[in-house]
């Protein structure tokens, strides 16, 4: 898949929103409802009513990038429809893209490096 990786920030909307907006206009609902920067290399995630479409908006540094998917068959995990947005880790959106259940991914534990070889 082509798209962020490793440290970047994913907010998602928890609320649907019209889909027939296009980058503009999802840029508009990040300053306007989210309250952020829509050109801060965030990437920010907006589904639809129908639980089988998801768009993302991001900037990749020279541009607004949308990214827009439909399942063909199931849909996708989503959290409670309510008013905010949450964060997901670049691992849970890379399973929530897949259509896979992305609550199901968890953060990399840490290990201490051991001070001489064994």
Do not use: N
Request: charged share 30%; proline share 5%.
């Amino acid at each position: 898949m082509i798209g962020p990786t490793g440290a970047v920030r994913v907010m998602v909307a928890t609320k649907p929103v019209d889909f027939r907006k296009g980058a503009e206009g999802l840029a508009a609902l990040v300053r306007e409802e989210m309250k952020a920067d829509p050109f801060s290399g965030v990437v920010y995630v907006f589904r639809a009513k129908r639980a089988d479409r998801v768009k993302l908006i991001f900037w990749d540094g020279t541009g607004v990038c949308l990214f827009a998917k439909r399942l063909e068959d199931g849909e996708f995990r989503w959290p409670r429809v309510q008013d905010g947005v949450m964060r997901l880790s670049a691992a849970e959106l890379s399973a929530l893209l897949e259509g896979l259940d992305w609550r199901r991914v968890h953060t990399a534990r840490e290990v201490a490096a051991p001070a001489q070889p064994s």
